[in-house]
């Protein structure tokens, strides 16, 4: 039997005037290391000792020993004037060989005089665990018979797969059938429609109002020079004003409008190259003959579809 108890009883009984005396008892000397074992201290005392807090240093200074609970002072009775009180230690060993679990110092009050006796020390077996080194024959492993459930995930599995592939050959197969969109088609805007537009635009941007006025006339002049070579197929772009003023004399445009245009383009060249610093009002006026020389030379055709009146229900 690997542990035996008997009750091993060490007698310390240090008689001060006869007030206290002690002992200190293990359930058994011997243990396995990882066991937990209890220290039990009885005192007897005089009525009227108070038993102070245990000091624990000498078991936690011992590596071997380690405390893990510790109960109160029970009183176990009383004989006469003399109280008899009880103590327990639960202790774990984590080293084996022979130890010796330390003395104790049991401290007291006697009125105002303090004083402590001790415990003696108590030799400790620890022992190892024993290895059970027996083993059991392995047991082959029991294969139970397949059933039909064992197979069902499979088939999902399966059917899954050739549902997506099934789904994947219809939609490109239905992307080959689809007819291509129909392109779009490229708007064609004539030279009178794309002036008044760019006019409108240059409008909007507030140039002259914010101070940019070689940028506005440089924009404005650049559409009406646009306008007369898609309109008419002079090289406006590259020619000077002097140039164009004399192709507009030899064709049948109104002398006014071409006049004023003349002096448009003109001044724009001055506000351009001699930085001139026209009128507030001469900006808004040509934007107006700019644009009524574009509605006014614009083809016939365009001119007559405007005018059109509704037909007669």
């Keep these: 039997m690997r542990r035996y108890l008997f009750l091993f009883c060490l ?4 008689k001060t005037a006869a007030q206290v005396s002690g002992k200190a008892t293990v359930d ?25 807090p245990l000091d624990r240093t000498a078991i936690a200074a011992d590596s071997v020993f380690e405390v893990l609970d510790e109960s ?14 009880q103590k327990n230690l639960l202790f774990i060993a984590w080293d084996s060989g022979q130890h010796r679990l330390p003395a104790l110092p049991i401290a007291y009050k006697l009125g105002e005089r303090t004083d402590t006796f001790f ?34 995930w499979y088939f999902v599995g399966v059917l899954a797969l050739l549902g997506v592939i099934g789904l994947v050959l219809y939609l490109r197969k239905r992307k080959k059938m689809a007819p291509p969109p129909p392109p779009v088609p490229v708007v064609q805007l004539l030279p009178h429609e794309l002036a008044l537009k760019q006019l409108e635009l240059l409008k909007q941007q507030q140039m002259w109002q914010e101070g940019n006025v070689k940028g506005y006339h440089s924009a404005l002049t650049y559409i009406v020079r646009e306008y007369l070579e898609g309109r008419y197929g002079i090289q406006a772009l590259e020619q000077t ?3 164009i003023l004399a192709q507009l004399s030899q064709g049948e445009f109104n002398m006014s409008l071409s006049q004023r245009l003349g002096n448009v383009l003109q001044t724009a060249d001055l506000v351009k190259f001699a930085k001139a610093q026209p009128t507030t009002e001469f900006h808004e006026r040509a934007m107006e003959v700019a644009r009524a020389f574009i509605f006014e030379t614009k083809p016939a055709a365009v001119i007559a579809e405007a005018v059109k009146p509704k037909d007669v229900q």
Excluded: C, H, N, Y
């Excluded at 415990?119 to 397949?146: F, G, S």
């Design 11 to 14: 007698f310390f009984a240090v």
């Design 28 to 52: 058994s000397t011997r243990m396995l290391i990882g066991d937990q074992m209890r220290l039990r201290i009885e005192v007897s005392a005089d009525k009227g000792v108070e038993l102070l």
């Design 72 to 85: 109160r002072w029970d009183t176990l009775g009383t004989a006469g004037d003399r109280l008899r009180l």
């Design 119 to 152: 415990t003696k020390d108590i030799p400790m077996q620890v022992d190892l665990p024993q290895v059970d080194t027996t083993l059991a024959d392995i047991k082959p492993i029991i294969e139970e018979p397949l059933k039909l459930q064992d197979f069902i």
């Design 241 to 243: 004003t002097d140039e």
